[in-house]
C-alpha cells in the first residue's frame, strides 16, 4: 500500500524587507487535550462546561497526602498518536515536576515529561496543494497535566478559579523548526488535527481549548536554512521568539506575519531580535512581549517522587498499531489511485473520517468519480450551506447510491437526478419509488422525441438555417427539446435526433 503520495516540497515564503529579502523559520509546540473520560492521575471527570469545580477529585485538588495514579488510558492514546505520526514509542519514559506558583495549579507544579518523553521522533507531511507538501518532523511527544482557570471578569473586586481543566491529560507535540511559512503552519496543525481525529485521540475542538499551539518564530536570509538542515547547527538559524497559546488558524497566520515582519524591522534596523515569550492581540492584530529570557522561570524540574518511571511493552504497542485504523495519507492516496479521483477531490473527500465512510458506501459498486461528484457537489455542497455535519445529513449514503443507480440505468438524467436529491432532502424517500410516482421516468421513447425534435425545428426555421452553417448552435435545439420534455428526454437521444434532422 502507497503510504502517501510522491511530493515535491513547497518554496519558502520569502518576505521583501527595505534592504534584503528573507526567510521564515517556524517550530510548533502543540498542546493537545487527550479524548479520554477521566483525568491523567485521577479518575476525576473531563466533561466540558460541567459546574465549575465539579470535576475535581482530592488530587486534582493537590489535598495532602493524596497521590496520582496513572490513567492506562491516557497512556494509550499518546501511543497511538505517536504511532498515527510514525513516530518512536519509548517503552520507558518517565514524570517530572515543573515547578511554579499560580492560583490554577494547587499541586504547586505540573506534572509533566522532560527528560524522558513517552514518544520520540516522528514526522506529519503537510499538504500544501497537488503533489506539494512538506516534510515536517516531530522531535518528540509528551504527556502532562493541563492547569485550571483563572476567572476575572466575574466581579469586579474577585477572581475565582475553577479547577475542573486541573490534571486534564494533554500531548504536548514537539516540532523540529522545518515549518517555512504562515500558511504552512496553519496547514501542520490542521493535519495535525485531521489525524488525532482520525485515531481518536483529540477531538480537536480549538474553540473549546483542546488543540492550541505555541508558536516559534525566528527570520532568516535566504541560504542560512539549508546550511542549517546540513549541519545540524542552530547558529545558522535567527534568535526565536514564541507567541504563546494560539487556538485559531486564521491567528496563527496572522501573528506568524507580524512576528515575522516586527523582526525583519529590528534587524535592518542594526538591532537584535532578544528571545522572548510574546502574546497575540488580535483586535490589534499585533503581538507584545509577556515575558524576556531573563526573566523566564526557573521551574526547577525534578523526577516526580510519586511515580515510577512508566514501563510499557512492545506487545502492548503492537496491539495498539495493529488497531490504527487507515490515516488520511494513505487513505487519500487510496482514493486518488482506485477511484481516479484528483488529490484534491480525494482531499475533500478524506478530511474527515466519517466523510471519506460515506462516500466509500455511495461508491461502492458504482462509477467512483460519479460518485464523488456527487457527494463533494450536491451532498457537502448542500450540508455546508446549512450547517451541517455528515452524520445529521437528511440524505442517506443509501439514498444518494439509489440516485446514482437510477442514473447507470437511464431511468433519469442528471438534471433530474438533482431535482430527485431535492425531494430526497426535504422529503425523504425512496429514490425509485419518488422517479416512478411522480413520472419523472426519462422518455427513452424515439418516437416521442422525435415528435418534440420536429415540433422545435418547425417553429424555427431561422435557426435552422443559422445552425446548418454553424454546428455548433445544434445545442440550442437540444435545450429547448429538453425543455419542452420537462428535461425528461434522454439527453443522448435528442443530441443524436438533432444531429440527424438538421443533417449535421
Ligand atoms: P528549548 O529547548 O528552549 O525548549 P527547543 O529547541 O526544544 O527549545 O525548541 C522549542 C521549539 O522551538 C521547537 O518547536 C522548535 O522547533 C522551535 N525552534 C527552535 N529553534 C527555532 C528557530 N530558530 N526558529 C523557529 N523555531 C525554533
Ligand atoms: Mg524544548
Redesign the pocket.
Known amino acids: 500500500m502507497l503510504d502517501h503520495l510522491a511530493f515535491t516540497p513547497p518554496k519558502p515564503k520569502v518576505i521583501h524587507g527595505a534592504k534584503s529579502d528573507w526567510e521564515l523559520?517556524?517550530?510548533?509546540?502543540v498542546h493537545a487535550q487527550v479524548a479520554s473520560n477521566a483525568k491523567l492521575f485521577s479518575g476525576a471527570s473531563t466533561t466540558f462546561g460541567a459546574e465549575p469545580n465539579s470535576n475535581v477529585s482530592f488530587v486534582d485538588a493537590a489535598m495532602p497526602g493524596m497521590l496520582p495514579v496513572i490513567n492506562e488510558y491516557c497512556v494509550a492514546q499518546a501511543v497511538r498518536t505517536g504511532l498515527g505520526l510514525r513516530a518512536k514509542i519509548n517503552l520507558v519514559s518517565a514524570f517530572d515536576r515543573k515547578n511554579y506558583f499560580y492560583p490554577d495549579l494547587p499541586q504547586g507544579y505540573q506534572i509533566s515529561q522532560l527528560y524522558h518523553p513517552i514518544v520520540g521522533e516522528g514526522e506529519v507531511i503537510v499538504d500544501m496543494g497537488p503533489g506539494i507538501a512538506r516534510r515536517v518532523r516531530i522531535?518528540r511527544i509528551h504527556l502532562e497535566q493541563d492547569a485550571g482557570k483563572s476567572i476575572h471578569d466575574m466581579d469586579p473586586a474577585l477572581s475565582f478559579v475553577d479547577l475542573n481543566r486541573t490534571g486534564v491529560a494533554l500531548m504536548e507535540i514537539?516540532?523540529?523548526?522545518?515549518i517555512r511559512g504562515p500558511e504552512e503552519a496553519a496547514a501542520y496543525v490542521g493535519k495535525l488535527r485531521q489525524i488525532m481525529r482520525y485515531l481518536g485521540t483529540c477531538d480537536g475542538n480549538m474553540q473549546m481549548g483542546n488543540l492550541r499551539a505555541d508558536v516559534?518564530?525566528?527570520i532568516c536570509q535566504p541560504g542560512a536554512f539549508e546550511k542549517f538542515q546540513e549541519t545540524g547547527d542552530?547558529s545558522h538559524?535567527?534568535?526565536?521568539c514564541?507567541i504563546k497559546n494560539m487556538n485559531s488558524m486564521r491567528f496563527i497566520q496572522q501573528a506568524i506575519e507580524y512576528e515575522a515582519r516586527r523582526q525583519i524591522a529590528i534587524v535592518e534596523d542594526g538591532g537584535k531580535v532578544v528571545q522572548e515569550t510574546r502574546l497575540y492581540d488580535p483586535d490589534k492584530g499585533e503581538t507584545r512581549s509577556m515575558r524576556s529570557k531573563e526573566e523566564a522561570h526557573d521551574y526547577r524540574y525534578f523526577p516526580d517522587p510519586d511515580l515510577l518511571p512508566l514501563e510499557i511493552e512492545q506487545a502492548w504497542v503492537d496491539e495498539i498499531a495493529s488497531s490504527l485504523p487507515e490515516l488520511p495519507d494513505a487513505k487519500k492516496a487510496r482514493f486518488v489511485q482506485s477511484y481516479g479521483m484528483t488529490e484534491y477531490d480525494a482531499d475533500v473527500l478524506t478530511a474527515e473520517a466519517e466523510n471519506a465512510a460515506f462516500f466509500e458506501e455511495v461508491a461502492k459498486g458504482r462509477d467512483g468519480k460519479q460518485a464523488a461528484n456527487w457527494v463533494i457537489n450536491e451532498l457537502f455542497g448542500r450540508l455546508n450551506k446549512e450547517g451541517h455535519t455528515i452524520d445529521e445529513s437528511p440524505v442517506s449514503a443509501a439514498q444518494l447510491g439509489g440516485v446514482l443507480d437510477l442514473i447507470a440505468k437511464g431511468d433519469i438524467s442528471g438534471k433530474i437526478a438533482k431535482d430527485v436529491f431535492e425531494i430526497l432532502w426535504t422529503e425523504g424517500g425512496d429514490p425509485a419509488e419518488i422517479v416512478e410516482k411522480r413520472g419523472l421516468r426519462q422518455v427513452t421513447d424515439t418516437a416521442a422525441i422525435e415528435a418534440a425534435v420536429d415540433a422545435v425545428i418547425a417553429a424555427n426555421p431561422e435557426q435552422v438555417e443559422k445552425a446548418k452553417q454553424n454546428p455548433k448552435l445544434a445545442g440550442w435545439f437540444v435545450g429547448q427539446v429538453l425543455k419542452a420534455t420537462g428535461g425528461k428526454a434522454n439527453p443522448a437521444a435528442v443530441n443524436a435526433l438533432v444531429a440527424q434532422k438538421l443533417g449535421l
Open positions: 523559520v517556524i517550530g510548533l509546540e522531535e514537539v516540532s523540529r523548526p522545518d516559534n518564530v525566528s542552530h538559524l535567527g534568535t526565536r514564541e
